[in-house]
Nanobody
Framework: VQLQAYGGGLVQPGGFLRLSCATSGFPYKHYTIGWFRQAPGKEREGVSCISSEDGSTLYKDSVRGRFTVSRDNAGNTWYLQMNNLEPEDTAVYYC???WGYGLALTPRVYDEWGQGTQVTVSS
């Protein structure tokens, strides 16, 4: 099982980025992909997640309406479109998968994690 998040970078407040999560080797057909972030000195927090089964989604309140999670047609790459970015969004972003828990933003229910990608929102 492999997950790799990429696409981070430096962006000005109000700007946008699209993160990607490349996945491979999944043993199950149905799972949840979650996006998480961790800022320096803070705990890792869930940002959004999406079900592979029906595409249903869940968002953290502070990003709802600004962030959108999606997948490509092949189902191997997942995206987090982040618009109207704020300095508070600065963090290392991770993607992860949960095999059977369903939609959740709690890190402990996720089974496999990828390496993170840095997102910095600053003028």
């Amino acid at each position: 099982v492999q997950l790799q998040a990429y696409g981070g970078g430096l962006v000005q407040p109000g700007g946008f980025l699209r993160l990607s999560c490349a996945t491979s080797g999944f043993p199950y057909k149905h799972y949840t992909i979650g996006w998480f972030r961790q800022a320096p000195g803070k705990e890792r927090e869930g940002v959004s997640c999406i079900s592979s089964e029906d595409g249903s989604t869940l968002y953290k309140d502070s990003v709802r309406g600004r962030f959108t999670v999606s997948r490509d047609n092949a189902g191997n790459t997942w995206y987090l479109q982040m618009n109207n970015l704020e300095p508070e969004d600065t963090a290392v972003y991770y993607c992860a998968t949960s095999w059977g828990y369903g939609l959740a933003l709690t890190p402990r229910v996720y089974d496999e994690w990828g390496q993170g990608t840095q997102v910095t929102v600053s003028s």
